[in-house]
């Protein structure tokens, strides 16, 4: 059986809006639920996890591209 996991493409967006279009999006989801966040790679990385993980949200790096990294949020409060 596969997971379908919702995801947000976050590449649209700047400081501070790609945190802050991520954290609607995680507030939509239930506990425990994950989701994938796809951000452009430098700063944006480092913004959105740190934010996320302030917010009490557990964060890992999902994976890296050429020009996004991909990073999967689980919702723990």
């Known amino acids: 059986m596969s997971v379908v996991m919702k995801s947000k493409d976050l590449t649209l967006y ?44 557990s964060c890992e790096i999902e994976s890296k591209q050429t020009l996004t990294t991909t990073i999967r949020v689980t919702k723990t409060k």
């Open 14 to 57: 700047g400081c501070p809006m790609h945190y802050i279009k991520a954290r609607e999006f995680i507030s939509e989801c239930v506990i425990a639920e994950q989701v994938l966040l796809i951000v452009n790679n430098g700063d944006a990385v480092d913004e959105v996890i740190n934010s996320l993980r302030q917010d009490g949200q």
